[in-house]
Structure formats: C-alpha cells, structure tokens
C-alpha cells in the first residue's frame, strides 16, 4: 500500500512569496495518477493539478506541478490572499486511492 | 452547471446504518466514474469508494469494506452510499465526487457540498 507524505505540515507565508510543498510517496508512483486539490475553511477541496502537472479548468497559472517516481511538488509562484488554504495530493494505484495528510499554507 | 448535492446524511447509533444519495446535474453523468470522500472533524480527506461509469468496476478503502456498497443509478443521475455496522469512526462530512476524465483516475474535479453523517449513542 502507497503512503503520500507531505511536508512541511504548515507552511506560513506573506503574500507575494512563493511557496513550494512537497509529496512524497513511499514508492515510486504512476504519474499520469498525481493530483493536487485546494480546501479552504467551510468548502469542499477543489482540483487544481491533474497528472502531475496539468492545470484543472480555471487553476490560474501561478499554480505549477511537477516531480516523478516518488518525488512530487506543487509550486505557487507568488501568493495571492484566497491561496491561504489546506493543499492535498492524491494518487490512483492497485485499485486504491490515497490522499496525503496535507500541507496548510498560512499567513505570516 | 456541472453540479453533485449530496443527501441522507444525520446522527445514527453506532451498528445502524444509513444510504446516502448524490444527485447529479450538468454533466453526461453515464460518461464518467464517481466517488465517494470522508473528511471527519478536524481531519483530512480519506477515499471511501469509487465506481466506474457503467458500475463495472467498484473499489472500497479497508476501513470500508464489507459494510459499505456504493451504487449507481445512471437513468437517475444519482449515485449512492449503502452505509451499515456503522462506527464511531464513520463519523465524517461526505462528499459525492466525479472523476475528471470518464473512467481514468486522473482526479476528482467536481464535489458536492457534502452530507455529514454522525455516529453516536
């Protein structure tokens, strides 16, 4: 069974800087089944990276993925207020599907 | 609008069961797989089940398995969750979701606004 681990847990950040957060897998995964998904307070998450690197319908462009085999990163090239949220990475592999425990991105 | 509403969700005592539904709109829902997602208070997302698009292939997380079936009714648009031997640990909000490309498992990218579902004596 493949464990995703994220870190840091929290990141705390300013507006206008860059935050990188990472996944970890405990093997090497299929990279067409990585995703990314944003939750803020009270709202159900919403898809913003599939296969790895591709943006969802609507993901603004600050918003980057990238990574292979066991390594994965979600990128966010410079923070706007409504990016203060919890980011989650998910993968598909023998019939399951795994969601890490989460990286919260906070204001500093 | 592409839109999932969740229903059936409420407090049963723990060994009870419950059937959720998710109503969907907007979409060819006979095109694409769904899910199910938990998240209890406080927590994390956890995969609960998915079905694929003609109800062909299923899958359940371990925690799940043997007490809860999902199902499909593709003329109704609707998607369910048969929930029995609940536990206290199957307290949780739950999300109804679709994949974002047919029956690939590239991604969740519609959710409803969840049914929450609490277990206690």
């Known amino acids: 069974e493949i464990v995703l681990t994220q870190s840091p847990g929290t990141l705390s950040l300013s507006p206008g800087e860059r935050a990188t957060l990472s996944c970890r897998a405990s093997?090497?995964?299929?990279?067409?089944?990585l995703a990314w998904y944003q939750q803020k307070p009270g709202q159900a998450p919403s898809l913003l990276i599939h296969?790895?690197?591709n943006r969802a319908a609507g993901t603004p462009d600050r918003f980057s993925g990238s990574g292979s085999g066991t390594d994965f990163t979600l990128t966010i090239s410079g923070l706007e207020p409504e990016d203060f949220a919890v980011y989650y990475c998910?993968?598909?592999?023998?019939?399951?599907?795994?969601f890490g425990p989460g990286t919260k991105v906070d204001i500093k | 609008e592409v839109q999932l509403v969740e229903s059936g969700g409420g407090l049963v005592q723990p060994g009870g069961s419950l059937r959720l539904s998710c109503a969907a709109s907007?979409?060819?829902?006979?095109?694409?797989?769904m899910y199910w997602v938990r998240q209890a208070p406080g927590k994390g997302l956890e995969w609960v089940s998915y079905?694929?698009?003609?109800?062909?292939?299923?899958h359940y997380a371990d925690s799940v398995k043997g007490r809860f079936t999902i199902s499909r009714d593709n003329a109704k648009k609707s998607l369910y969750l048969q929930m029995n031997s609940l536990r206290d640990e199957d307290t949780a909000v739950y999300y109804c979701?679709?994949?974002?490309?047919?029956?690939?498992?590239?991604?969740?990218?519609?959710w409803g606004q969840g049914t929450t579902v609490t277990v206690s004596s």
């Open positions: 979701t679709k994949e974002y490309y047919y029956d690939s498992p590239y991604g969740m990218d519609v």
């Open positions: 907007g979409f060819t829902f006979t095109s694409y797989a």
């Open positions: 079905i694929s698009s003609s109800s062909w292939t299923i």
């Open positions: 093997q090497s995964v299929s990279s067409s089944y």
């Open positions: 296969t790895v690197s």
């Open positions: 998910q993968h598909y592999g023998s019939s399951r599907f795994t």
